[in-house]
């Protein structure tokens, strides 16, 4: 993509002055009194700090950073702009933003973008093992033969010994520095570096019209602040709501009523266990092993929890479309989903809504924590015969940028259209982004224990005797997979 780099010193200060970054105690103003009235001049005021100036200046002297977006979905999971801006809050903010950087530390961001995500990971894999130095950055999606294959067949840099990257920040997961890091090698990760990953989390809506007719009096922000957003909180506003409404008997998905719409298994099923605190995957304390572990009383009872949530009757084998239809029909108070539904198929929805969390298990439980979707085209990784000191530069520059600048926009992302503003949806949004979680089992699927999950929560298998049955297959597996995860 070739761009004219023609930014002017104006336009830097106008992008610099709107950013997230501390500022002075006093904002520059000098607070000499003349007749009452503050004065400010242009030249003792500051500009507000930006996370960039942490990172440091570089000039690297028209050098390309050459970005592979391969991304199977490209018109949903939107990581790359276009040749120009178009009016589009995604597009315009990515064109910004590589404007910005290209100006200011002397680098050409080029995009190769491959509409198969397997044929471009492909790609990066044939790169690396030809000695070539195609590729600066990948984002792809985490399973399906993808990043997942990548990180263990030799083909992506350990991003733990990349210089600049600051992954314990918030503009990286630190869920996913805790949980996909073995013997401190990772090698994918999300953050703010698309804005994709805010389609990604799991999530809860309430139907806001739907709430007030059942006379629902919750002040679900100050729940979710107050950290009293839980499965319990969640029950009473959906417990006993639904309806028949047709007579038959039958709890029909097209024409009957729910108070809580979830199409339970696979990702919800782990999204609800997950949120509650259950690890699927655990990492040794230290760093070396996985342990896969579902004994004991609080997974038990988080289990019995989703069940009293999410009783026989509820969708269990129906669509997400689906799913998403009984709501916006208004047929549902609550629905799980991810942040995606909001962008997609709420879009033209005419009742308003909350977007919250995934509910925690009770008040104990120190954080919320919302899984991310492994399909969805938004992890980052760096090609093993990349220059580590170039990409890690560029590629921290580029989320630091995304969390100042494109986040504060999320909130008019998410909701699209929506001309009916929640006063605390922005700060939702900030819980969820900020928690975002994955771990090695909701990837990998180890001895299939994360499949046997959705017997135990959907179908009421014996938890204990059900996992057992699959121990020494999981075990077998993670040996395998640590010895490749390590592999020089």
């Not at 019995?304 to 208004?330: A, D």
Request: with cysteine; hydrophobic share 35%; net charge negative.
């Amino acid at each position: 993509m070739k761009r004219t780099l023609s930014l002017s010193l104006a336009l830097m200060m106008l992008l610099l002055s709107v950013s997230c970054g501390d500022t002075s105690s006093d904002g520059g103003k000098d607070t000499t009194a003349s007749g009452g009235a503050e004065q400010t001049t242009a030249t003792d005021t500051e500009a507000p700090k930006s996370l960039l100036d942490d990172l440091g200046e570089k000039n690297f002297e028209g050098r390309t950073f050459t970005f592979l977006d391969s991304n199977g979905n490209p018109s949903a999971h939107v990581n790359i702009p276009g040749d120009s801006e178009n009016g589009d809050i995604i597009n315009d903010s990515l064109y910004e933003r590589d404007l910005y950087l290209e100006d200011r530390y002397n680098v050409k961001i080029n995009y190769v973008e491959t509409n198969d995500s397997n044929l471009g990971c492909t790609n990066v894999k044939n790169s690396v093992l030809s000695g070539d130095n195609e590729y600066d950055f990948i984002m792809s999606r985490a399973m399906g033969g993808c990043l997942d294959s990548l990180a263990t067949d030799g083909s992506l840099a350990n991003l733990c010994d990349i210089p600049y990257l600051s992954l314990t920040e918030n503009w990286w997961s630190h869920y996913m520095y805790d949980n996909l890091r073995i013997d401190n090698k990772m090698y994918f990760t999300t953050g703010d570096i698309t804005p994709t990953m805010y389609q990604m989390p799991a999530c809860v809506y309430i139907n806001r019209d739907l709430a007030e007719d059942y006379q629902v009096d919750t002040d679900f922000a100050s729940l979710v602040l107050d950290g009293k957003w839980t499965f319990d909180a969640l029950n009473q506003v959906v417990a006993d709501k639904d309806k028949d409404l047709n007579g038959d008997g039958v709890y029909n998905e097209d024409d009957d009523f729910f108070g809580f719409a979830v199409q339970m298994h696979g990702l919800m099923t782990q999204s609800l266990l997950c949120g509650a605190g259950v690890n699927l995957s655990s990492v040794t304390d230290d760093g070396s092993d996985i342990v896969i572990d579902y004994s004991g009383d609080r997974t038990a009872s988080v289990i019995e929890k989703i069940q009293q949530l999410i009783p026989q009757h509820i969708v269990y084998s129906g669509s997400g479309v689906q799913v998403r239809k009984i709501f916006t029909e208004n047929r549902s108070i609550a629905m799980m989903h991810f942040v995606e539904a909001s962008m997609i198929s709420l879009r033209d929805m005419k009742s308003d809504y909350y977007i919250l969390p995934v509910p925690k298990f009770d008040e104990n439980q120190e954080d919320y924590r919302s899984v991310v979707n492994p399909w969805i085209n938004a992890f980052a990784a760096i090609p093993l015969n990349a220059d580590a000191e170039f990409s890690g530069f560029i590629t921290e520059a580029m989320a630091r940028y995304s969390y100042e600048n494109i986040r504060p926009k999320a909130y008019d992302i998410t909701y699209k259209v929506k001309m009916t503003r929640d006063e605390h949806g922005a700060e939702m949004l900030d819980v969820i982004f900020n928690n975002v979680y994955l771990d090695f089992n909701c990837i990998y699927d180890f001895g299939k224990t994360r499949t046997k999950l959705d017997e135990v929560v959907i179908h009421n298998a014996p938890l204990t005797s059900t996992m057992a049955a699959v121990q020494n297959a999981a075990n077998s597996e993670i040996a395998k997979f640590i010895s490749n995860w390590d592999a020089e």
